[in-house]
């Protein structure tokens, strides 16, 4: 069994509430738009990190981090990047990465807009969006999820919030 943090599009601003919220979770991943390293190492120092950088992300975070990672956990695949999309609107480099194997768990931010669907079309692939933990953007409210995995399982899925975006600096 392994407790899983999703957070993305932190666009350089590490979210306390989001450190004491994945304090309880096995590891954490970032979906990109990481921002600044010091939110990366902030949750690095806190459970593992496994992160994938977005557009906005600078070469310092492109250089640590790979654009798609595709890794298994408790015997599920995961694919994770940051331009994504949504069942029956994926961006094109989604699409072709989709096609080449379906995972069980795509990934994906971007969109500030917080997800969790079944894809029919992909083998009723699970398509995770945590939302945006960050102040920049138009969300209203940050967010991110928790979920477990356990034995080809997901379960406990979790979108907490944490309170609303404040102003755009």
């Known amino acids: ?3 899983i943090g999703l957070i993305s599009d932190t666009h350089s601003y590490m979210e306390p509430r989001a450190l004491e919220i994945l304090r309880d979770v096995d590891e954490i991943w970032h979906a990109g738009d990481i921002g600044d390293m010091a939110v990366a190492d902030a949750l690095a120092a806190l459970r593992p990190l496994r992160a994938v950088y977005g557009n906005i992300d600078g ?3 492109r250089y640590r981090f ?6 298994y956990v408790e015997g599920l695949q995961i694919l994770m990047t940051h331009i994504g999309g949504y069942p029956g609107a994926y961006a094109p480099r989604a699409k072709k990465l989709l096609a080449q194997k379906t995972p069980d768990i795509f990934v994906c931010g971007h969109s500030h807009i917080l997800k969790v669907m079944r ?3 992909y083998n009723n692939m699970l398509v995770l969006n945590p939302g945006a933990a960050g102040v920049h953007g138009f969300h209203q409210v940050k967010t991110l999820l928790r979920f477990t995995l356990d034995a080809g399982k997901v379960t406990q899925m979790e979108a907490v919030e944490m309170g609303k975006r404040g102003a755009i600096k």
Do not use: L
Not at 66 to 71: I, N, S, T, V, Y
């Open 119 to 121: 894809d029919p079309a």
């Open 59 to 61: 070469k310092d975070i």
């Open 1 to 3: 069994m392994t407790k």
């Open 66 to 71: 790979a654009q798609d990672e595709r890794f």
